[in-house]
T-cell receptor, first 112, second 114 residues
Framework: QKEVEQNSGPLSVPEGAIASLNCTYS??????FFWYRQYSGKSPELIMS????GDKEDGRFTAQLNKASQYVPLLIRDSQPSDSATYLC????????????FGRGTSLIVHP | DGGITQSPKYLFRKEGQNVTLSCEQN?????MYWYRQDPGQGLRLIYY???????QKGDIAEGYSVSREKKESFPLTVTSAQKNPTAFYLC?????????????FGQGTRLTVV
């Protein structure tokens, strides 16, 4: 079982819709969770971090953390074509010395 | 401006040649990382260093080597033993050793075997 699992996609949504990106992790001891956005040919940039159960909102982005289910999805409201990118979920766990462990990423396409 | 600088942006390697990718940070971070990214593979950890003069193998270290002689610098050498080196290489850094700290990335080096 991979430590961080994401649907590879592509996930295609119309402009203005809600995009829901999934992420599950295997280590129950994981303590911090991150979502990065990566445009084609570019490096990842952090868009959200979440450390405790519940929702965290930043503009159109909402990260949700459910430690019991080991599930940390990202929602993007009012999706825009500029949101088209690959979204990487990352997890820090003490078992891996807090080294960021990444999922494969989900490719999101927002079409006009 | 604080950040991470990788060079070169593009690199071409001939068969049997060693090449070195540069990574420099001025964020005063203790931890530095090298990841490899292939299409559809996400980021895979090659090597990491949590303190100067110490580094550890990651998940795919074969065919690579690193050094950490200065806090600011963490160069990666892709040796001739790496049979499939064509990939996008990303260097990152973080405070390290703590849970709630994010990683910051350089702009990446795209390595191609010719």
């Amino acid at each position: 079982q991979k430590e961080v699992e994401q649907n590879s996609g592509p996930l295609s949504v119309p402009e203005g819709a809600i995009a829901s990106l999934n992420c599950t992790y295997s280590d129950r001891g994981s303590q911090s969770f991150f979502w990065y956005r990566q445009y084609s040919g570019k490096s990842p940039e952090l868009i959200m971090s979440i450390y405790s159960n519940g929702d965290k909102e930043d503009g159109r982005f909402t990260a949700q953390l459910n430690k019991a289910s080991q599930y940390v999805p990202l929602l993007i409201r009012d999706s825009q074509p500029s949101d088209s990118a690959t979204y990487l979920c990352a997890v820090n766990t003490p078992a891996r010395s807090y080294i960021p462990t990444f999922g494969r990423g989900t490719s999101l396409i927002v079409h006009p | 401006d604080g950040g991470i600088t990788q060079s070169p942006k593009y690199l071409f390697r001939k068969e049997g040649q060693n090449v070195t990718l540069s990574c420099e940070q001025n964020l005063n971070h203790d931890a530095m990382y090298w990841y490899r990214q292939d299409p559809g593979q996400g980021l895979r950890l090659i090597y990491y260093s949590q303190i100067v003069n110490d580094f550890q193998k990651g998940d795919i270290a074969e065919g690579y080597s690193v050094s950490r002689e200065k806090k600011e610098s963490f160069p990666l050498t892709v040796t001739s033993a790496q049979k499939n080196p064509t990939a996008f290489y990303l260097c990152a850094s973080s405070i390290g050793g703590q849970a709630n700290t994010e990683a910051f990335f350089g702009q990446g080096t795209r390595l191609t075997v010719v």
